[in-house]
C-alpha cells in the first residue's frame, strides 16, 4: 500500500476541519454586536448564549424521566456492580435541556458502578461536550464520573444522581442522593379559574394569579399516571398546628392558640386562659406555664425569645415567651393576667 502524500495529508486535514468547525459569524467592527443576522449563520456557543434563558433541567409531565433504579433484583444489582437510569413510564422517554440543546432517552440505560479501592462518589450526569456539537447523537450524553467530573474542553454538566459506594459494600447499600433539576415555564393569568389543567403542563411550571396576587406551582403526586395533579400556592402553609383545648384554651376572643410553617418561617399566633381545674384563674407573674409543645416541623434549631402583650392595654403588661428546641412554648409574665397571647413571634428554621 503507498504512503500517504503532502496532497493526500493536506485533503484529510480539510476533511477534519469541516468536522470539528462551526460556521462562523461574521464580527462587526467596533464596541459591540448583536446576533442573529438574518443570512448568518451562529455557532454552538452563540447558540447556548442565545437559549441560555431557559434555563438548564429535566423536561418532567410525570413518570419520573431519568430515574435511577436498580436492576430487577438486588443480587442482579450487586453482581453486575450496576444501576439502569430510566425512561418516563409515561412515555417511555425522558427529556431534558441543557445550554440550549435538547437530551433525548429513548430507553433505559445500564450504568456501571464499580467496586472502589476505596470510598467513591460517582456522578451520574448529562454531559454537554462542544467537541461533538456536530457528532450525528448530537453533543450530549449520559456520563457517570468518579469523584470529579470532566470540564475539559467546555463541558458542561446537569448532576442527576450521586451514588457513594465504600470498598467491599454492595451497590444495593450505597448511598443514593437525588439531584434530577427540572425546568418549566412561567405563565400568567388573570384568575385561579383561568389556570390550565395541571396535568397538561410541565411538572413545576409556576403560574402568577395577578388579580389574585398569588403565585402557585404545578404539583402533585407526579405517579405513572402522569404529571403534576394540583396547583399550590406558595403562599400556603406547608404545616399547620392548632392546640386543643386542655390545661390552657382559647380564651373565646383573637386567634385560637396555634401556628404554621411557610417555607422555613414559623408564625404563631393566639390567646391562652387557664383551663381545667384552674378555668377562671388569672396567670401568676414570675411563674413558667408551658402552654404548648409544637410539632417537629416547626421547632428551632435554638431558643428563641419574644415580649408579647396580656390581657390589657396597659403597656407593662406583658409576658416573656420562650420556644425551646423541643418545641416547647413556655410563658412568663410579668404581673398577673386573665389570658396571655403569643401573636406576633416569628422566626426562621434556618439557624
Not at 503507498?2 to 470539528?20: K, R
Not at 393566639?270 to 377562671?280: I, Q
Amino acid at each position: 500500500m503507498a504512503g500517504p502524500t503532502p496532497e493526500s495529508n493536506l485533503a484529510l486535514i480539510e476533511e477534519l476541519q469541516t468536522l470539528v468547525s462551526a460556521d462562523t459569524y461574521e464580527m462587526p467592527e467596533g464596541p459591540e454586536f448583536s446576533y442573529p443576522a438574518v443570512g448568518q449563520a451562529v455557532d454552538d456557543e452563540m447558540w447556548k448564549f442565545i437559549t441560555l434563558a431557559l434555563g438548564n433541567g429535566i423536561l418532567d409531565d410525570g413518570g419520573w424521566p431519568y430515574w435511577l433504579r436498580k436492576l430487577d433484583s438486588d443480587s442482579e444489582t450487586n453482581s453486575a456492580n450496576q444501576m439502569k437510569l430510566t425512561v418516563a413510564t409515561t412515555t417511555g422517554t425522558a427529556q431534558a435541556v441543557l445550554r440550549g440543546f435538547y437530551h433525548r432517552l429513548l430507553q433505559d440505560m445500564r450504568l456501571d458502578f464499580k467496586m472502589p479501592l476505596s470510598e467513591t462518589t460517582y456522578y451520574v450526569v448529562l454531559e454537554l461536550n462542544p467537541l461533538k456539537a456536530r457528532d450525528p447523537e448530537g453533543p450530549i450524553s449520559v456520563k457517570v464520573y468518579p469523584n470529579d467530573l470532566n470540564t475539559e474542553s467546555g463541558r458542561q454538566h446537569l448532576i442527576l444522581w450521586t451514588v457513594t459506594r465504600k470498598p467491599n459494600q454492595l451497590l444495593t447499600d450505597a448511598v443514593v442522593t437525588r439531584y434530577r433539576p427540572r425546568v418549566a415555564p412561567t405563565v400568567t393569568v388573570t384568575r385561579g379559574s383561568d389556570l390550565p389543567d395541571p396535568a397538561s403542563v410541565l411538572y413545576g411550571t409556576v403560574a402568577v394569579v395577578y388579580d389574585e396576587k398569588d403565585i402557585v406551582i404545578a404539583r402533585g403526586a407526579n405517579n405513572a399516571e402522569g404529571g403534576a395533579t394540583r396547583w399550590e400556592s406558595l403562599n400556603d402553609a406547608d404545616q399547620e398546628y392548632t392546640r386543643p383545648d386542655g390545661v390552657y384554651k382559647w380564651v373565646g376572643h383573637g386567634a385560637k392558640p396555634g401556628g404554621c410553617r411557610i417555607g422555613r418561617v414559623v408564625y404563631l399566633e393566639g390567646r391562652f386562659a387557664r383551663g381545667d381545674r384552674f378555668e377562671g384563674q388569672d396567670f401568676n407573674a414570675g411563674t413558667d406555664y408551658e402552654l404548648m409543645t409544637l410539632p417537629e416541623g416547626m421547632r428551632p434549631k435554638s431558643e428563641r425569645r419574644f415580649v408579647t402583650k396580656k390581657s390589657d392595654y396597659n403597656a407593662a403588661n406583658t409576658a416573656t415567651i420562650r420556644v425551646g428546641t423541643d418545641g416547647k412554648v413556655i410563658a412568663r409574665p410579668g404581673v398577673q393576667a386573665a389570658w396571655i397571647g403569643v401573636d406576633g413571634i416569628v422566626y426562621t428554621l434556618t439557624r
